[in-house]
């Protein structure tokens, strides 16, 4: 594999209506390999370039993001006709699968490993929700997508949230993508079915209604079509869970009641105020770690093994891949990303050239003259240069007895330097002739 192929698709994982995703490795220097998830765009949306934009910018957004329960993002890079995004690999089961795993067995998620997936969830959402730029700026991210699939739970009982922003880019489809956002319906928030200016908020009562449907094993909002789902979720009526689950505790109902509010007002103004009483409620019920997580996702990941069919060429139009991913968030003269502009649709993030920082403005100087003036004042003086032979004579005269010559005096021992940072303070402003430490450092 040539230093350009970094990744290497090893199967396909999943497929959806946006785009399909591939288990492979990245591959480097001494067998170096590392297991990654690559997402790629579906190539019939390559050509809408408002979504392409925006899934760009937002793939960038996640480079932001690095937290145990976000999924992280590594790559961007354009290959095979398509867009992708490489991220981390997470060996499990999404939330979704996990609860058809349990309806198949015909059982039900215990109410205190529901109560800890939800806790992590809010986790998550909490980090996301006061992310920062690399200015300290507020990114203001709202995730706008948290459905059981962007839940993603390891082997290992860690739950992580994925998918952060393409929610947000699925806004530039066209009627003719129609079939892409079916289904997410049931997860919206009853302000964006009115058209209502939304906020984080809409993020809790999401990860209300997954609370709701661990605990019950239904969907809370489910119509007959997607028209009927939209206006189920517009009136925001929520059965009492008991219903279909008596033994759920009041401490559950209560916590479900305000993350399901009808009103963002109402509602969980914060996802830490969410967590917080999941934590106190948990205190109260029989202890969940992950475990117990774990113990779920491994075995709706091996159903899934066992029921997958391989299929001849998993990653066909993918090749290698990837074939020149070394964009590292960046792009090559010509791409999508350079004929336009980013826009990133999230407030505090800015697409900026990054300029040129000189290192000898930091005031590091006096560190490296002392570390180079150390061996320098042990070292022998260096023997002088002979001095050029004489014209010879005409005719040579006889050689005459010299002494023998008093044996070299040692160089005299040069006084210790000052401190660093007294030599720091006692720096001249002005340049000195031998250039700045970097340079001579680098060896420029």
């Not at 774990?294 to 998993?314: F, H």
Request: aromatic residues 6%; contains cysteine.
């Amino acid at each position: 594999m040539s230093e350009s192929q970094r990744y290497h698709i090893v199967e396909k994982i999943a497929a959806g209506g946006m785009a399909e995703v591939y288990r492979g490795e990245s591959a480097g220097i001494e067998g170096f390999r590392k297991k990654v998830a690559i997402k790629r765009v579906l190539p019939k949306l390559s050509a809408n370039r408002d979504f392409i934009n925006m899934f760009l910018d937002e793939a960038r957004l996640g480079a932001y993001l690095s937290h145990s329960r976000c999924v992280q993002v590594f790559d961007i890079g354009q290959g095979g006709g398509a867009h992708f995004i490489v991220m981390e690999f997470v060996d499990g089961a999404d939330l979704k699968e996990v609860l058809e795993y349990l309806a198949g067995r015909q059982e039900r998620m215990a109410v205190e490993v529901a109560c800890r997936i939800a806790l992590d969830v809010c986790e998550g959402l909490s980090y996301a929700h006061n992310a920062k730029d690399h200015s300290g700026r507020p990114l203001d991210i709202v995730h706008r997508d948290i459905s059981p699939h962007n839940v993603l739970m390891t082997r290992f009982g860690e739950v992580k949230l994925v998918d952060f922003g393409l929610a947000k880019a699925s806004s530039h489809l066209t009627s003719e993508d129609e079939d892409i956002v079916k289904g997410k319906f049931g997860y919206l928030a009853p302000e964006v079915t009115r058209g209502e200016k939304t906020d984080r908020r809409v993020d809790i009562f999401a990860a209300g209604i997954l609370l709701w449907e661990m605990l019950t094993g239904r969907r809370l909002f489910l119509g007959a079509s997607d028209v009927e789902t939209f206006k189920l979720v517009r009136d925001a009526v929520i059965p009492d869970p008991r219903q279909f689950r008596p033994d759920i505790p009041e401490d559950v109902i209560a916590v479900l009641g305000r993350a399901l509010a009808g009103s963002p007002a109402q509602r969980y103004p914060v996802a830490d105020d969410m967590a917080r009483d999941l934590s106190v409620l948990l205190t109260r019920l029989p202890p969940a770690n992950y475990l117990d997580i774990g113990k779920l996702v491994a075995g709706a990941a091996d159903q899934r093994v066992s029921r997958k069919k391989p299929e001849a060429g998993d990653a066909s139009g993918m090749g290698d891949l990837i074939i020149d991913a070394r964009r590292d968030f960046s792009a090559s003269p010509g791409s999508v990303m350079t004929q336009e502009p980013s826009r990133l649709g999230t407030p505090g993030i800015e697409a900026k050239s990054g300029g040129f920082e000189d290192p000898s403005a930091w005031g590091l100087d006096a560190l490296f003259d002392e570390a180079a003036s150390q061996p320098a004042a042990a070292a022998p003086a260096p023997a002088p240069a002979p001095a050029p032979a004489p014209a010879p004579a005409a005719v040579p005269a006889a050689p005459a007895v010299q002494p023998a010559a008093a044996p070299p005096q040692p160089p005299p021992r040069r006084a210790p330097p000052p401190p660093p940072r007294q030599r720091m303070a006692q720096a001249p402003a002005e340049e000195k002739k031998e250039g700045p430490f970097w340079r001579r450092w680098f060896g420029g």
